[in-house]
């Protein structure tokens, strides 16, 4: 009997075919979509993460820039005067008269400085001079009037409103005149120097508030008599279109004009 060797030849068709299948044939389409449609995702994923990132950015930004303007905002605010005293206004109490206090403001600051004095009862209360203007340095007293009412209407008023006192600071450029309205065109720039607490001394008793209140209300009185008198003539006279007149000049022209009194009635 004839006996044959080797494996049936439809087999090895089958396997031979299987392996020079290409991997681009049709078959692997499904596979390659599948790729396709993982890279957009991924990229619609990294894409969302990318406005994810960018909004916590923005927000951080957005609260340190909050942050920041707290931070300033309760920082203490740059002095330009000094006050002496410093937050009180003492007034001797006499109910039912009209009574006065004095403060005195130094402009601390290296620029000239214009100051106001604010008070949310100016019926009542008012100060002497009501602002002005200091160069680096200069100091002045000021009065400030307050009219003292009696116990029992003290205490209506209160219930009401209580009066406030206040000193707002502006700065200036040197040579510039002091008007109330530079306080309302720059108001972006004012600051509040001090809001001044009233303390009532009593007139009966010796204290070292009252002795200092009478010593700067006699100074101010002082500096608003020397502002009455008028300059003292250091030199000639210069009016109209800068005509100089000295005495010689004068003396000469009332001796023309009664020359001419004379002619006139001699004729």
Not at 35 to 42: D, E, I, P, Q, V
Not at 118 to 145: D, H, Y
Not at 209 to 234: F, I, S
Not at 241 to 266: F, H, P
Request: hydrophobic residues 30%; glycine residues 4%.
């Amino acid at each position: 009997m004839e006996v044959v060797h080797g494996k049936p030849p439809s087999s090895e068709g089958k396997v031979w075919n299987l392996c020079k299948m290409p991997f681009w044939q049709p078959g692997n389409s499904s596979s390659s979509s599948s790729n396709t449609t993982t890279s957009s995702s991924l990229t619609s994923q990294n894409r969302q993460q990318h406005n994810q990132n960018q909004q916590q950015i923005d927000q951080g930004t957005h609260s340190m820039n909050t942050v920041s303007s707290v931070a300033r905002s309760l920082l203490p605010t740059r002095r330009r005067l000094r006050l002496d005293p410093a937050n009180k206004l003492y007034f001797p109490y006499e109910p039912g008269k009209q009574v006065r206090s004095a403060i005195r403001i130094k402009n601390t600051s290296k620029s000239h400085a214009a100051f106001k004095f604010q008070t949310n009862a100016p019926k009542s209360c008012f100060m002497r001079p009501p602002g002005g203007i200091l160069a680096p340095g200069e100091s002045i007293v000021v009065t400030v009037f307050k009219f003292v009412e009696h116990p029992e209407e003290e205490k209506q008023t209160e219930q009401k409103c209580k009066v406030k006192f206040k000193i707002v600071s502006l700065k200036v450029a040197e040579g510039m005149e002091y008007v109330p309205e530079l306080f309302d065109e720059q108001k972006d720039h004012v600051a509040v120097e001090q809001i001044l607490r009233v303390v009532f001394l009593d007139i009966e008793k010796t204290s070292p508030a009252m002795e200092k209140l009478k010593r700067q209300l006699a100074e101010a009185e002082e500096a608003v008599e020397t502002r009455k008198k008028p300059p003292e003539d250091t030199g000639p006279r210069i009016v109209g279109e800068g005509l100089v007149i000295d005495e010689w000049k004068e003396r000469r022209e009332r001796y023309l004009a009664r020359q001419q009194v004379e002619g006139v009635d001699s004729v």
